[in-house]
């Protein structure tokens, strides 16, 4: 059974930081794996999303790095912000037998607090 | 425009009721999930469609029940609340069941009292 969990569970940060989040999955069978950001009282906004086959990826100050054999992830933000306050949530999409299921493990993700 | 968009946001109702949740999605996807989020805000996949087949019931009671009427809907139905079942429920969608990016939809705040 995958198993997914995220080291900080919580991190506050002044503004203009550079932080790194933690993410490691039990099971390294896996299709992809997606990083989510998750404002209160709001849905879930994809930032990444990394291939099995993919070591890493960059959007703007993001960048997601994925160790599959290792079983670990994780995000890079550059130059933090205060809107960047955010629950970021890391999850492994299963991969069974070459076919995706759509299945995702999330873990219980990291609340980030960016103070000005 | 709303690309996966999910109804009521807010639900609050009695223990024993029946209720639905719709979803749609306007992304041309041709796989849909229900997810729910707990109080302690894990979040779990419920069903999994594909061209309105189900792929996925990850050992969900049979209280509820999710409909496909096309490729961009699936709602949730829940027969007979109980207060276990309050919580926050995520229509999702993409292409290929899962392959790609999932895109959520903004939730669904039920409360059961």
């Known amino acids: 059974k995958q198993e997914v969990t995220q080291i900080p569970a919580a991190l506050s940060v002044p503004e203009g930081e550079n932080l790194v989040l933690n993410c490691s999955f039990t099971?390294?069978?896996?299709?992809?794996l997606q990083w989510f950001r998750q404002d209160p009282g709001k849905g879930l906004t994809s930032l990444l999303l990394?291939?099995?086959?993919?070591r890493e990826q960059t959007s703007g100050r993001l960048n997601a790095s994925l160790d599959k054999s290792s079983g670990r992830s994780t995000l890079y933000i550059a130059a933090s912000q205060p809107g960047d306050s955010a629950t970021y949530l890391c999850?492994?999409?299963?991969?069974?037998?070459?076919?995706?299921?759509?299945?995702?493990?999330f873990g219980q993700g990291t609340i980030l607090t960016v103070h000005p | 425009d709303t690309a996966v968009s999910q109804t009521p946001k807010y639900l609050v109702t009695q223990m024993g009721n029946d209720k639905s949740i719709k979803c749609e999605q306007n992304?041309?996807?041709?796989?849909m999930y229900w997810y729910k989020q707990d109080s302690k805000k894990f979040l779990k996949i419920m069903f999994s469609?594909?061209?309105?087949?189900?792929?996925i019931n990850e050992t969900v009671p049979n209280r509820f029940s999710p409909k496909s009427p096309d490729k961009a809907h699936l709602n949730l139905h829940i027969n007979s609340l109980e207060l276990g079942d309050s919580a926050v429920y995520f229509c999702?969608?993409?292409?290929?069941?899962?392959?790609?990016?999932?895109?959520f939809g903004e939730g669904s705040w039920l409360t059961v009292v």
């Open positions: 999702a969608s993409s292409h290929k069941s899962g392959g790609n990016t999932i895109y």
């Open positions: 099971d390294s069978a896996i299709y992809n």
């Open positions: 990394i291939q099995s086959s993919q």
């Open positions: 999850a492994v999409l299963a991969n069974a037998g070459g076919t995706s299921y759509g299945k995702l493990t």
């Open positions: 992304l041309g996807h041709d796989t």
């Open positions: 469609y594909n061209n309105k087949e189900l792929i």
